[in-house]
C-alpha cells in the first residue's frame, strides 16, 4: 500500500472541530463536511495523471492538459454520500457508482445489500475513490476495496475524514501484498482508538446518523 495520508489544513481542523462538536446541528454538519471534502478531494487527485491536449485560446493555439484518467467516485452509503459534494466540484464528469453496506451493530461485522457500478472496460485507464467519512474497524472498506479488486481496478484511492489507528491496521493487513500498491488511503485526523461498541474515539458519533438526522 502506498500508505496513508493525513491531510492538512487549517480551515479543516476548523470544519473537523464543528463536526465532531456533539451540538453541531444537521445544518451546519453538512455545510462543514462539504467543505472538508473540497479539501480532501484536492488531495486525493494530488497524483491523478496528465495528458498534453492542444487548446486554442482566442490569440493562439497552446499545448495544455487534461485529466488522463477517467474517475470513479464510489460512495459506501450512505454516510459517503456526505462526501460527494467536493469531489465531484472539482471532477464534474466523474462517473459515480453507489455501493449499500451498513455495519452490524453486534458483530460490527459488514453487511452488504447494493453495488452498482458504473460500466467500464476492463484495463480502462481509471481512479476509483472510494468514499466514506469513517473507518472504524474498516470492515467496510476492506469489503469494497476487495470487490474493486476483483473487478481488476489498478488505482484505488479511499477517501476518509476520520480513521481509527485499528481499523487502518486492519485493512493494511487484510489486502494481499501483491495489491497493496493499488490502494492509498487518505484521511484527514486518525483518531485514537475504537470503544468497545466499535465507535471511534474521540470520533463525531455516526456520520450517517448525524448527517441524515436519523
Ligand atoms: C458507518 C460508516 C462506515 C462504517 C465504518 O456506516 O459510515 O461505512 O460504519 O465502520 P467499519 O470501518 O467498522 O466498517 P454505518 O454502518 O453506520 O452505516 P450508515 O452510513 O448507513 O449509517
Wanted: hydrophobic share 45%; proline share 5%; charged share 25%.
Amino acid at each position: 500500500m502506498k500508505g496513508l495520508k493525513i491531510v492538512e489544513h487549517p480551515v479543516l481542523k476548523h470544519h473537523m472541530s464543528v463536526i465532531r462538536d456533539k451540538s453541531t446541528s444537521k445544518q451546519q454538519f453538512k455545510y462543514s463536511l462539504d467543505i472538508i471534502s473540497h479539501i480532501l478531494a484536492l488531495e486525493v487527485f494530488e497524483d491523478a495523471t496528465l495528458k498534453k491536449i492542444s487548446v486554442e485560446t482566442p490569440f493562439e493555439t497552446i499545448k495544455g492538459s487534461a485529466l488522463k484518467e477517467r474517475i470513479v467516485l464510489l460512495p459506501i452509503l450512505r454516510a459517503g454520500l456526505g462526501l460527494l459534494e467536493g469531489f465531484i466540484y472539482f471532477v464534474p464528469d466523474a462517473s459515480i457508482g453507489h455501493v449499500g453496506v451498513y455495519r452490524d451493530e453486534k458483530t460490527l461485522k459488514p453487511v452488504p445489500y447494493y453495488f452498482r457500478f458504473p460500466k467500464f472496460v476492463k484495463g480502462e485507464d481509471m481512479i476509483v475513490v472510494i468514499l466514506d467519512p469513517m473507518i472504524a474497524t474498516g470492515g467496510s472498506s476492506i469489503y469494497v476495496i476487495n470487490k474493486l479488486i476483483e473487478m481488476g481496478i489498478k488505482k484505488i484511492r479511499l477517501a476518509s475524514v476520520i480513521a481509527a489507528p485499528e481499523g487502518v491496521k486492519m485493512i493494511m493487513e487484510s489486502i494481499k501484498p501483491v495489491h497493496l500498491k493499488k490502494i492509498e488511503m487518505f484521511t484527514c485526523c486518525l483518531d485514537d482508538c475504537l470503544n468497545d461498541r466499535g465507535f471511534i474515539l474521540p470520533g463525531l458519533g455516526d456520520a450517517g446518523d448525524r448527517l441524515y438526522g436519523t
